[in-house]
């Protein structure tokens, strides 16, 4: 950095091109491993692996959720599957 500002590369934010290949591989995957595509995959998985399923859930979900103080946010969730 010169005199403290950035004077080159990636704008922040932008993932490298690894990063952006992987992600990219790991859909593609995703999306070739069961018929109806990622969707279909995801929705096997919640099924058949739930703890994993529900790590992948809390990694995607956001940190924070902001609101009215006066009408604070609820959320229910209700678990379906057998067992």
């Given amino acids: 950095m010169a005199n403290g500002f950035k004077t080159g590369g990636r704008t922040k934010g ?3 091109k690894t990063t952006a290949l992987l992600k990219d591989t790991i859909l ?12 279909g995959y995801l ?6 692996n739930p703890a994993a399923f529900m790590t992948l859930l ?7 959720v902001g609101g009215d103080p006066d009408a604070p946010v609820k959320m229910e969730i209700v678990w379906s599957g057998e067992g």
Avoid: I
């Fill in 14 to 16: 932008t993932p490298n």
């Fill in 58 to 64: 809390g990694k995607v979900l956001p940190l924070t």
């Fill in 28 to 39: 593609a995957a995703g999306e070739a491993a069961h018929p109806d595509g990622l969707q």
């Fill in 43 to 48: 929705m096997t998985q919640a099924t058949e």
